[in-house]
Nanobody, 119 residues
Framework: QVQLVESGGGLVQAGRSLRLSCAAS????????MGWYRQAPGKQRELVAN???????TYADSVKGRFTISRDNAKNTVFLQMNSLEPEDTAVYFC?????????????WGQGTQVTVSS
């Protein structure tokens, strides 16, 4: 089993920044892809950003140029640096990891962290 623990959410004013972290723990596993989704009230969960095993990244159009995803492989941690935040970024942010033993991967999810951007 792999556990994901997120941190770094909170309440900020529009235009400010936040940095989310998500640390994976467990034993005997490797991670291929990590990333972030978000879910705003009354909306479906949407992909924010992915980072693949060779550090290739993808972003939702709505966050390109404002958000940056990165990872520390030694610490099994993924980060999401969010700059120029907008009220529309308000959501619960969930990290995920595609992880498992011997390259047999399963998707694991964190519990979510609330990000609220005030105008």
């Amino acid at each position: 089993q792999v556990q994901l623990v997120e941190s770094g959410g909170g309440l900020v004013q529009a235009g400010r920044s936040l940095r989310l972290s998500c640390a994976a723990s467990g034993s005997g596993f490797s991670i291929s892809t990590m990333g972030w989704y978000r879910q705003a009230p009354g909306k479906q969960r949407e992909l924010v950003a992915n980072i693949f095993s060779r550090d290739t990244t993808t972003y939702a159009d709505s966050v390109k140029g404002r958000f940056t995803i990165s990872r520390d492989n030694a610490k099994n941690t993924v980060f999401l640096q969010m700059n120029s935040l907008e009220p529309e970024d308000t959501a619960v942010y969930f990290c995920y990891a595609r992880a498992g033993p011997n390259a047999s991967y399963t998707i694991y999810w964190g519990q979510g962290t609330q990000v609220t951007v005030s105008s």
